[in-house]
């Protein structure tokens, strides 16, 4: 009985505080409002009738983030600027390469590989395919400076979505194996998706200097959260009577993972991939403005010399190149789904 | 000893059990557990045995807690309180190496929506326990090509789970669960997804199959017929709590409570109730009232159905033997009317 009795007070003083503690906290900062407000009034009456003793935020109540991040920058800077230059020459290094590949190789070798990898990964489909051919010679048709232009965003763009791909599904995964790490982690996604990208493309140039690093960090910080997401999204979609079906066969963690799980959210994941790629291409126009060449490049030259017809012929060949990757990896996301839902 | 033993099962299920527990052993109802505390209790104080190469059926409507008591035996569910014993090891008391290792050698399970791998042809989704276990390639192709002979799916291994129609899925998910050899079967809900005619016919053929492998079977379903079609022992369970345990003459002749009164009210008595169930023993008979013309001689475990004709059309009475052909008891019309009449 007393256990009870004990039981049933101790939820109710837990109720009472998530209910109360936050008024009270609220209630609080009144009360020191008041006591530093210039403007006092005279009355209780007047205190109730006239809030212009509220008009002003209190100065105090002021949290120093300016300064803290300020200061915590440099030290940062100055302490690990060493690890940075390392991730900059890798980068740099691998970006290099892939575009000394990319521009070595004839033009129509190019299409034709694309057009190879297009056949393949969309099952066969004709049609499909030749129009990816057909967008990929126009990038150059529009003018030939663009070829090589557009190899180099490519190049920019396949190693941020590889640095992506590393980061972002193993946290989606991550993220559905753990509700506390999820919850954790979305508000990071949120401030990623909202925080305007010039506030990490300044720290950015100052890590890493100008040029393509920096701006393959900011496409990586844009881009990755819809990865993210639609892997966790697709893990968690996976039926649960199939889950628990694993787990009845004695399934390991690790078998269910990579034997159930995964491929059969595989789909997602493959959306979640054809977003990354196309907020990675938005982004690069952006990027532009810290000095990194590519497609972008063309676009802001256009606008400065306020020459439309370059900016728009410039924006044409990107969102060709869009098309070009959306369907890519449109195509084999739809391959997978296809299989496990055959049409009726 | 008993394959299964259930002792004390409480389940409750919400951010903090354990506190909850002595309130809900203190005989709280759910009502005001659900309104003091936000918890549900699944199960309470559940016990029950169930013997080697017998059908348990476990009937009650949803939410009655049928579904959460069968996934405690192979632990896809914790209990809050109390222990499940499977071949005399308490099941809550293995690690998480053991629990894995248990349910790969001991048990398999079927599901209602049959739990399927849409991603896998249906040779390797009957295959999938033998591969969890690490069976070499051709060897478990060999069992899961068998297992599919068996539930009569030959031409159909390289086919996808949504190429084929709902019957045949289930027949895979029966495949699948049997190509382990496991001693137990626990099947939840697993015809409830079925048309009526295809469920009679799994129905049979589930029974076909226990004649011939004497497996252990939980059988989880909220129909009647089936239950007493299959079961040779039916545990009815309503809000949590197990109501009645027994053969299915049991339930029929004797039910617990209202509530399995409801049930039973418009059970097809003749189908269920055996003719030693009805008969008159030997010794209180007496043999003077019947026509020796008229007498039929019938097994002991004939279902009245097939005796109600005999009686009605020439009055006659009826001769119950049992396997040797020794007279155990008499029917006649005066038996057959008590036992179909229906109580309310």
């Known amino acids: 009985m007393w256990a009870l009795f004990l039981n049933r007070i101790s939820i109710m003083i837990r109720k009472f505080l998530t209910y109360f503690t936050f008024p009270i906290i609220f209630v609080w900062l009144l009360v020191v409002s008041y006591n530093s407000s210039k403007r006092k009034p005279d009355s209780v009456m007047e205190l109730l009738t006239d809030p212009s003793w509220l008009y002003d935020w209190p100065k105090w109540l002021d949290i120093p983030l300016m300064k803290w991040i300020n200061d915590g920058f440099k030290v940062f800077n100055e302490k690990y600027g060493i690890y940075f230059e390392v991730i900059n020459d890798f980068l740099l290094g691998a970006i290099l390469s892939l575009k000394k590949f990319l521009i070595v190789l004839p033009w129509p070798v190019v299409i034709a590989l694309v057009v190879a990898i297009v056949f393949f990964s969309s099952g066969r489909k004709v049609g499909t395919t030749v129009f990816v051919g057909i967008c990929t010679f126009f990038i150059g048709f529009l003018h030939p400076k663009f070829w090589d232009k557009a190899i180099e965003t490519t190049s920019i763009m396949i190693i941020g979505i590889l640095i992506c791909i590393v980061i972002g599904i193993p946290l989606g995964i991550a993220m559905a194996r753990n509700n506390k790490l999820r919850n954790a982690i979305l508000p990071v996604l949120d401030l990623m998706q909202t925080i305007p990208s010039f506030c990490y493309l300044i720290p950015g140039i100052m890590l890493f200097g100008l040029g393509a690093v920096p701006a393959i960090i900011a496409t990586v910080i844009y881009a990755v959260p819809p990865l993210v997401r639609l892997t966790d999204l697709g893990i968690t979609l996976v039926d649960t009577e199939v889950i628990e079906a694993a787990e009845a066969f004695g399934a390991s963690k690790r078998q269910k993972l990579l034997g159930v799980q995964l491929p059969l959210a595989l789909p997602n994941i493959m959306q979640g991939i054809n977003q990354c790629t196309m907020m990675a291409l938005a982004m690069v126009v952006i990027a532009s403005m810290i000095g990194t060449r590519g497609l972008g490049d063309e676009v802001l030259l256009g606008l400065q010399q306020l020459n439309v017809g370059k900016a728009t012929e410039a924006g044409l060949a990107i969102v060709l190149l869009a098309i070009v990757l959306d369907r890519i990896t449109q195509a084999y996301g739809k391959k997978i789904q296809d299989r496990n839902q055959p049409p009726k | ?344």
């Open chain 2, 1 to 344: 000893m008993s394959k299964i033993e259930i002792n004390n099962i409480y389940k409750i299920f919400g951010p903090n059990p354990q506190q909850v527990m002595p309130m809900v052993k203190d005989g709280a109802s759910k009502e005001q557990v659900m309104e003091d505390t936000g918890h549900t209790v699944g199960l309470y104080n559940v016990s029950l045995s169930i013997e080697e190469g017998e059908i348990f059926v476990c009937m009650g409507l949803s939410g009655s807690g049928k579904s959460t008591l069968i996934r405690h035996i192979n632990r896809l569910i914790d209990p809050t309180a109390g222990e499940v014993l499977v071949n005399n090891v308490d099941v809550c008391t293995l690690d998480e190496k053991e629990i894995l290792e248990f349910r790969k050698k001991t048990m398999s399970m079927v599901f209602q929506r049959f739990g399927l791998f849409p991603h896998k042809t249906i040779i390797e989704n009957v295959a999938y326990g033998l591969e969890i276990q690490e069976v070499p390639e051709d060897q478990r192709r060999e069992i899961a090509q068998g297992q599919i002979s068996a539930v009569g799916l030959d031409g159909f291994e390289h086919q996808y789970p949504a190429q084929l129609s709902g019957g045949m899925q289930q027949r895979v998910g029966l495949a699948r669960a049997l190509a382990t050899d496991p001693e137990i079967l626990l099947m939840d809900e697993a015809f409830s997804a079925l048309d009526p005619l295809i469920r009679s016919e799994m129905q049979n053929q589930l029974v076909d199959l226990q004649a011939k492998l004497k497996k252990t079977i939980v059988f989880i379903t909220h129909d009647l017929d089936e239950s007493l079609k299959l079961g040779d022992h039916i545990g009815i369970l309503n809000g949590g709590r197990l109501v009645q345990v027994g053969r299915p003459e049991d339930i029929i002749l004797n039910p617990a409570d209202d509530y399995v009164k409801a049930f039973v009210k418009d059970v097809n008595r003749s189908k269920v109730l055996r003719a030693k169930t009805i008969m008159t023993k030997l010794d209180k008979f007496d043999k003077s009232s019947t026509k020796p013309s008229s007498t039929y001689k019938y097994d002991e475990d004939t279902f009245i159905e097939d005796l109600v004709p005999k009686v009605l059309k020439d009055r006659s009475t009826i001769e119950v033997v049992d396997k040797k052909g020794t007279t155990k008891g008499y029917i006649t019309s005066d038996e057959l009317s008590v036992a179909l009449t229906k109580t309310h």
